[in-house]
């Protein structure tokens, strides 16, 4: 029996989160979780899943626990907020030991599993930048099953990853989207995921740096994968979807 729909009444008042519901009412075979990147909201990754219009899938776009300071707006997943004293900028990993309990505890276990009857393999996290970084890790310390799978858009895996969650590879499979040129993830970091995951893409775009997909040819890897994992009886289009 699939999982029954969540209701935000099922999660902690403290997580801020959206819930898209899947196209004309089909029953809800997965749910897949939408984390944004430093400094942004859950609310373009509200706009992603109706866009995405995954059938049987229910889309949750969580927005990160902690706001950025100086009025700067946006909200970011790490446990501090450290500036670059030679550039100026953030610094993407400075630990999410707070944020995978969140997106692990709160809402999968507490939430998916145990309220609403989802199984791991019936949940799929996507994520952007520091949000891709906070799946990887949820992904790595989900204990028991696999997860339906993680894909991460120019996240890696964080330098404070605890090493009990490397000991044993994690079946939840991964893919990675990067940038040809200026990527975040390098070829140690691309080597740090595979040591934790028995089953790692690495898609490589035809870009510098990374950002989300804005072709038919980037968005096509990652709509194969969601085919390939996603459950559903109406089957999912390998195709693209135009994102923009």
């Known amino acids: 029996m699939p999982g029954r729909l969540p209701v935000t009444s099922d999660f902690p008042s403290a997580v801020n989160l959206t819930i898209t519901l899947p196209p004309s009412s089909q029953p809800p075979s997965n749910v897949l979780l939408l984390l944004h990147g430093l400094g942004d909201t859950n609310s373009p990754f509200t706009r992603l899943g109706q866009k995405l219009s995954l059938p049987e899938t229910v889309c949750i776009a969580v927005q990160?626990?902690?706001?950025?300071?100086?009025?700067?707006?946006?909200?970011?997943?790490?446990?501090?907020?450290?500036?670059?004293?030679?550039?100026?900028?953030?610094?993407?990993?400075?630990?999410?030991?707070?944020?995978?309990?969140?997106?692990?505890?709160?809402?999968?276990?507490?939430?998916l599993i145990s309220k609403c009857g989802y199984k791991g393999r019936e949940i799929m996290i996507f994520g952007f930048?520091?949000?891709?970084?906070?799946?990887?890790?949820?992904?790595?310390?989900?204990?028991?099953?696999?997860?339906?799978?993680?894909?991460?858009?120019?996240?890696?895996?964080?330098?404070?990853?605890?090493?009990?969650?490397?000991?044993?590879?994690?079946?939840?499979?991964?893919?990675?989207?990067?940038g040809s040129r200026g990527s975040a993830v390098s070829d140690s970091a691309a080597s740090k995921i595979k040591d934790a995951f028995d089953f790692v893409e690495i898609k490589e775009w035809k870009k510098t740096g990374e950002g989300m997909p804005s072709s038919r040819e980037e968005m096509l890897p990652i709509m194969q994968f969601f085919a390939r994992r996603l459950r559903s009886t109406r089957g999912v289009p390998a195709g693209s979807v135009e994102l923009t």
């Open 129 to 178: 930048a520091q949000g891709g970084m906070v799946g990887l890790q949820t992904a790595a310390e989900f204990e028991g099953e696999e997860l339906g799978g993680v894909i991460s858009i120019g996240g890696v895996l964080s330098l404070s990853l605890p090493l009990k969650a490397l000991k044993k590879k994690s079946k939840t499979p991964v893919l990675v989207c990067k």
């Open 64 to 111: 990160a626990p902690n706001p950025l300071p100086f009025d700067l707006g946006g909200f970011h997943w790490g446990d501090d907020l450290i500036f670059d004293q030679n550039t100026g900028e953030m610094d993407i990993d400075t630990g999410f030991k707070a944020a995978t309990r969140l997106i692990l505890e709160d809402v999968i276990r507490g939430a």
